[in-house]
């Protein structure tokens, strides 16, 4: 697998730390354009921007071009569909600021318009990318002053041999990678199942019952998984989690038995 041109997106916004870290680890060897959301938009989803006009605009973030999408990631993807003429041969989601685990996924932006990327075609295999960060770093806005420094300490020594090994190894043959990296910086790696549990990654919702308001807030990460062949017990941890994941949900074992079952109702 050798990727030539990458499209950079996420939900954290086009300029974000997680995009210009990839930006910083792959530029000197593949094309790379951005089609990402233009202001922060964690934990949307795949949530498209139906009832809502909106727009997008050409931006450069640290020398490489793209757009910024007013809308979601998965509008991101949508306007990137007819905005970009050529096809891309990878999509890199993040790096996220804040973990995307087992049933998590489901509320992510980062997976979301990772997919929906996916789905619309816009190149045969796909990553997502995420970090155990404070909840502090989770919803921040970023602009590119940001100094980089920190950032590429935790990751410096490790983006550019894992993606060396991701695509000598063809992404082990899936489409789709789930990647988390622990809130310490590691070099250790496990292969691991998606959590099924989101309480044994969060914290319950946190109800007033008199008024009925609900925050989750001070409800977000507590991992109480321990088994490291889950991603969530893997960053317990320290290890960086990678899940080989499907595109596809349809339980085929079932699907080939039924497929020609005949029903009436």
């Known amino acids: 697998m050798n990727p030539k041109r990458i499209l950079l997106t996420g939900d954290d916004g086009y300029n974000s730390i997680g995009i210009r870290l990839l930006i910083n680890a792959l530029k000197d060897d593949h094309e790379l354009h951005i ?9 949307v989803g795949g949530k ?3 009832y809502t006009d909106s727009s997008w605009e050409e931006i450069e973030v640290d020398g490489v071009p793209g757009i910024a999408v007013e809308g979601t990631p998965a509008d991101a993807a949508e ?9 891309f041969d990878l999509i890199l989601s993040g790096i996220n600021l804040g973990l995307n685990v087992g049933a998590v996924i489901i509320s992510s932006g980062t997976y979301g318009g990772m997919t929906r990327g996916f789905a619309l075609e816009l190149a045969p295999k796909a990553i997502a990318l995420s970090w155990n960060v404070p909840y502090e770093l989770m919803l921040k806005k970023h ?6 420094k920190e950032y590429q300490e935790h990751f410096h020594k490790i983006l550019k041999p894992l993606f060396k090994k991701i695509f000598a190894e063809n992404m082990w043959d899936v489409d789709i990678l789930n ?6 910086p590691s ?8 959590s099924k549990s989101v309480r ?7 109800v007033d019952r008199e008024t009925r308001k609900f925050s ?6 507590n991992i109480t998984e321990d088994n490291p062949r889950y991603d969530a017990g893997a960053l317990k941890q320290g290890y960086i989690s990678i899940t080989p994941c499907a595109f596809d949900p349809t339980h085929f074992t079932t699907f080939e038995k039924l497929e020609k079952t005949k029903l009436k109702i």
């Open 35 to 43: 089609a990402a959301t233009k202001h922060q938009q964690s934990g």
């Open 48 to 50: 498209i921007s139906v």
């Open 79 to 87: 306007c990137a569909s007819v905005h970009f003429s050529e096809k």
């Open 143 to 148: 602009d590119e002053s940001e100094n980089l």
């Open 179 to 184: 990647i988390n990296f622990p809130e310490k």
């Open 187 to 194: 070099n250790k790696i496990r292969f691991t199942k998606m």
């Open 200 to 206: 044994k990654v969060f914290e319950p919702l946190e």
């Open 216 to 221: 989750y807030k001070t409800s977000l990460l």
